[in-house]
T-cell receptor, first 113, second 114 residues
Framework: AQSVTQPDIHITVSEGASLELRCNYS??????LFWYVQSPGQGLQLLLK??????LVQGIKGFEAEFKRSQSSFNLRKPSVHWSDAAEYFC???????????FGKGTKLSVKP | DTGVSQDPRHKITKRGQNVTFRCDPI?????LYWYRQTLGQGPEFLTY????????KSRLLSDRFSAERPKGSFSTLEIQRTEQGDSAMYLC????????????FGQGTRLTVV
């Protein structure tokens, strides 16, 4: 069955430091992969997506992610974190024939001044 | 276009009552999804509409849940005889009928059953 694992429940980084959030997926075919961000009490905003082609994808707010098929991973990175990046981050794979998403449990990011 | 709109944003109800939520997707998006998100978890898929047809339902969607999308526009999600375990954020998303596109999410409806 398709699944997404985000190993880190909570990460704290200092403002200006680099960030990497891990995501591993289980999917039989070529996956469609997504990273979404959610602020408290809010809906989900798409950061970036991977469908095919270049395995390094650029997103909004300075985020990027790299698809590594051999490792079944799609890790999210940012070179310098801003206080406004504090939120919860969800990795997802399009799991069904209808395009419904399977989400990981999320990683909560805290940013220290 | 203002994006996906959900109403109400918050709902508090007593156990056993019925509640109904509304979702207005982005215009001309013919795919519509409902998800449920409980505290500390990622969203979980509930059901999918293509235009007015409900094409897929998760096993999470018990008999007390029903969803409709009349005329392929807005959608409603009704929960009958609410239980405390129904307390969650209910998210709606829509996308166009094209390959290689993402789903756009609404702000969600936070349901609290007391």
């Amino acid at each position: 069955a398709q699944s997404v694992t985000q190993p880190d429940i909570h990460i704290t980084v200092s403002e200006g430091a680099s960030l990497e959030l891990r995501c591993n997926y289980s999917y039989g075919a070529t996956p469609y992969l997504f990273w979404y961000v959610q602020s408290p009490g809010q809906g989900l905003q798409l950061l970036l997506k991977y469908f095919s082609g270049d395995t390094l994808v650029q997103g909004i707010k300075g985020f990027e992610a790299e698809f590594k098929r051999s490792q079944s991973s799609f890790n999210l990175r940012k070179p310098s974190v801003h206080w406004s990046d504090a939120a919860e981050y969800f990795c997802a794979v399009a799991g069904g024939s209808q395009g419904n998403l399977i989400f990981g449990k999320g990683t909560k990011l805290s940013v220290k001044p | 276009d203002t994006g996906v709109s959900q109403d109400p944003r918050h709902k508090i109800t007593k156990r056993g009552q019925n509640v109904t939520f509304r979702c207005d997707p982005i215009s001309e998006h013919n795919r519509l999804y409902w998800y449920r998100q409980t505290l500390g978890q990622g969203p979980e898929f509930l059901t999918y509409f293509q235009n007015e047809a409900q094409l897929e339902k998760s096993r999470l969607l018990s008999d007390r849940f029903s969803a409709e999308r009349p005329k392929g526009s807005f959608s409603t999600l009704e929960i009958q005889r609410t239980e405390q375990g129904d307390s969650a954020m209910y998210l709606c998303a829509s996308s166009p009928w094209t390959v290689n596109t993402e789903a756009f999410f609404g702000q969600g409806t936070r349901l609290t059953v007391v």
